[in-house]
């Protein structure tokens, strides 16, 4: 669409100059005014395209905040890569041994948390993972292992997990592995681990409140992980993900 229509180009300078000439002088030629940007493209800005979450893509699971653009899930984490392979064959044994009863799913990041899951914008990355690493800095490594099973649920009730926790002689170590995590987690406004903490790595989950359930098959649960050797979980690196971003600190 043209927003000014020009003459014709065929057009004499003489034809132009006799047409003005009819003009008085007192009254000035009219100008038309160009349409503004408001005019053509309208005043309401378009909100974004909101994100529906859908339980049915990922198992059942309800998130626990709202997916937004620019909303990066994150969390501190130790993997558990040591013990991987045993705690596979624990996994397997359980979810057949309680078919019947409870629907489980394995756990697919096995690892040993040390923050709640966290939302960061997208700017705060690159700026949060500086602030951890300048805190892990002094931190000192350490030989642990895992030892014992205990039901947790999540704070909306909406999963029940099976977690095998860390060995009762390691938390102390752990403990001031946390201190400076959490000095972090409060200086950018988020919440600190769990008061008092229980360090653990999740291994089974299911949908919805089974507390009453998986409690009393604990025992028999309990039984299988006794099958496997010493589960092992040496403490060298400390791990930030941030949705599909992933930064490792070595420890001292």
Not at 157 to 186: C, E, H
Not at 232 to 237: C, E, G
Request: charged share 25%.
């Amino acid at each position: 669409m043209a927003l000014v229509d020009y003459g014709d180009s065929s057009s004499s300078t003489s034809e132009a100059e006799d047409l003005s000439s009819n003009i008085p002088a007192t009254v000035p030629l009219k100008r038309f005014a160009l349409p503004t940007a408001e005019a053509l493209l309208g005043s309401k800005k378009h909100k974004p395209e909101e994100v529906v979450d859908d339980p049915a893509q990922h198992g059942g699971r309800i998130r626990s905040f709202k997916h937004e653009r620019g909303n990066w899930a994150t969390y501190i984490y130790v993997p558990a890569g040591a013990c991987a392979e045993q705690l596979e064959d624990f996994q397997a044994e359980a979810i057949a041994k309680l078919a019947p009863q409870v629907e489980l799913t394995a756990n697919e990041s096995l690892h040993l948390s040390l923050s709640r899951t966290v939302v960061l914008q997208h700017h705060q990355i690159d700026e949060f993972s500086r602030s951890l690493k300048t805190a892990l800095h002094s931190c000192t490594g350490f030989s642990a292992s895992l030892n014992g099973l205990r039901i947790y649920t999540n704070d909306e009730s909406t999963r029940t997990f099976v977690a095998v926790q860390l060995d009762a002689a390691f938390r102390d170590k752990a403990s001031m592995l946390l201190n400076p995590i959490d000095s972090v987690m409060l200086e950018y406004r988020l919440p600190p681990f769990y008061d008092p903490p229980s360090f653990h790595v999740s291994l089974l989950w299911c949908v919805g409140d089974q507390t009453k359930v998986l409690t009393e098959k604990l025992e028999e649960l309990q039984e299988l992980l006794a099958d496997q050797d010493t589960l092992p979980l040496p403490v060298t690196d400390v791990h930030l993900k941030c949705g599909n971003r992933d930064f490792s600190y070595i420890l001292k």
